[in-house]
Protein backbone atom coordinates (compact mmCIF):
# COMPACT_ATOMS: atom_id res chain seq x y z
CA UNK A 1 0.00 0.00 0.00
CA UNK A 2 1.26 3.25 -0.95
CA UNK A 3 0.00 6.57 0.56
CA UNK A 4 0.89 10.27 -0.83
CA UNK A 5 0.78 13.21 1.61
CA UNK A 6 2.50 16.57 2.17
CA UNK A 7 5.54 16.60 3.81
CA UNK A 8 4.78 19.43 6.25
CA UNK A 9 1.42 16.94 7.22
CA UNK A 10 3.63 15.39 9.74
CA UNK A 11 3.99 11.80 10.65
CA UNK A 12 1.12 9.53 11.27
CA UNK A 13 0.87 5.84 12.83
CA UNK A 14 -0.07 3.84 9.48
CA UNK A 15 2.54 6.07 7.47
CA UNK A 16 5.15 3.19 7.52
CA UNK A 17 8.16 4.08 5.44
CA UNK A 18 8.09 8.17 4.63
CA UNK A 19 9.93 8.54 1.93
CA UNK A 20 10.66 12.29 0.53
CA UNK A 21 10.54 12.27 -3.20
CA UNK A 22 11.24 15.98 -4.20
CA UNK A 23 14.54 17.15 -5.85
CA UNK A 24 15.04 19.62 -3.06
CA UNK A 25 14.96 19.55 1.03
CA UNK A 26 11.94 21.01 2.69
CA UNK A 27 12.70 24.12 4.33
CA UNK A 28 13.37 23.90 7.81
CA UNK A 29 12.00 19.85 7.93
CA UNK A 30 14.10 18.05 10.58
CA UNK A 31 14.02 14.29 9.04
CA UNK A 32 13.88 12.56 12.59
CA UNK A 33 11.06 15.13 13.73
CA UNK A 34 8.72 14.86 10.49
CA UNK A 35 10.19 11.27 10.41
CA UNK A 36 11.57 11.25 6.81
CA UNK A 37 13.27 8.12 6.56
CA UNK A 38 14.47 7.74 3.21
CA UNK A 39 14.77 10.96 0.47
CA UNK A 40 14.97 9.55 -3.11
CA UNK A 41 15.83 13.09 -4.41
CA UNK A 42 16.41 11.16 -8.51
CA UNK A 43 12.68 10.16 -8.07
CA UNK A 44 11.38 13.51 -8.91
CA UNK A 45 10.80 14.86 -12.44
CA UNK A 46 13.61 16.66 -13.88
CA UNK A 47 13.61 20.37 -13.16
CA UNK A 48 12.70 20.97 -17.27
CA UNK A 49 9.42 18.82 -16.40
CA UNK A 50 8.40 19.96 -13.06
CA UNK A 51 9.15 24.03 -14.75
CA UNK A 52 7.16 22.96 -17.71
CA UNK A 53 4.10 21.34 -16.22
CA UNK A 54 3.93 23.61 -12.94
CA UNK A 55 1.02 22.26 -11.37
CA UNK A 56 -1.33 22.59 -14.35
CA UNK A 57 -4.18 20.33 -13.84
CA UNK A 58 -4.82 20.15 -17.84
CA UNK A 59 -0.94 19.05 -18.42
CA UNK A 60 -1.65 16.16 -15.92
CA UNK A 61 -1.99 13.38 -18.93
CA UNK A 62 0.95 14.52 -20.72
CA UNK A 63 3.26 15.17 -17.27
CA UNK A 64 2.20 11.80 -16.38
CA UNK A 65 3.78 10.26 -19.57
CA UNK A 66 6.97 12.36 -19.77
CA UNK A 67 7.14 11.48 -16.07
CA UNK A 68 7.11 7.29 -16.87
CA UNK A 69 9.17 8.23 -19.58
CA UNK A 70 12.07 9.46 -17.03
CA UNK A 71 11.73 6.89 -14.11
CA UNK A 72 11.99 4.30 -16.67
CA UNK A 73 15.95 5.23 -16.80
CA UNK A 74 15.45 5.42 -12.41
CA UNK A 75 15.80 1.74 -11.98
CA UNK A 76 17.13 1.89 -8.35
CA UNK A 77 14.51 4.48 -7.00
CA UNK A 78 11.48 2.44 -7.75
CA UNK A 79 13.10 -0.49 -6.55
CA UNK A 80 13.24 1.06 -3.32
CA UNK A 81 9.67 1.85 -2.76
CA UNK A 82 8.27 -1.53 -4.09
CA UNK A 83 11.12 -3.50 -1.80
CA UNK A 84 9.78 -1.05 1.34
CA UNK A 85 6.18 -1.55 -0.20
CA UNK A 86 7.04 -5.00 0.49
CA UNK A 87 7.19 -5.08 4.21
CA UNK A 88 4.51 -2.63 4.79
CA UNK A 89 2.68 0.46 4.29
CA UNK A 90 4.98 3.19 2.16
CA UNK A 91 3.87 7.01 2.35
CA UNK A 92 5.63 9.41 -0.54
CA UNK A 93 6.18 12.77 0.62
CA UNK A 94 5.93 16.02 -1.56
CA UNK A 95 6.30 19.59 -1.62
CA UNK A 96 3.47 20.27 -4.17
CA UNK A 97 0.64 22.68 -2.93
CA UNK A 98 -2.03 20.61 -5.30
CA UNK A 99 -2.62 17.37 -3.75
CA UNK A 100 -4.42 15.58 -6.68
CA UNK A 101 -2.02 16.42 -9.81
CA UNK A 102 1.97 16.27 -8.25
CA UNK A 103 4.51 13.95 -9.25
CA UNK A 104 4.34 11.98 -5.67
CA UNK A 105 0.62 10.69 -6.88
CA UNK A 106 1.68 10.09 -10.65
CA UNK A 107 4.93 8.16 -8.97
CA UNK A 108 2.27 5.81 -6.80
CA UNK A 109 -0.07 5.16 -9.78
CA UNK A 110 3.09 4.31 -11.99
CA UNK A 111 4.69 2.16 -9.22
CA UNK A 112 1.27 0.58 -8.23
CA UNK A 113 0.12 -0.24 -11.96
CA UNK A 114 3.14 -1.82 -13.03
CA UNK A 115 3.23 0.78 -15.54
CA UNK A 116 7.22 1.59 -15.38
CA UNK A 117 8.79 -1.74 -15.60
CA UNK A 118 12.33 -2.49 -14.17
Known sequence: MINVKPVYEGAAQ?????????????????????????????????????????????????????YRQELAEKAVCLDLIRESEKKGPVTLLYLAPDKEHNHAVALRELVESGAVRI
Not at 19 to 36: A, H, M, N
Open 14 to 66: GDGVRILVDRLWPRGLCPVKEKVDMWLKDAAPSDRLKRWFRQNPQKWPEFHEK
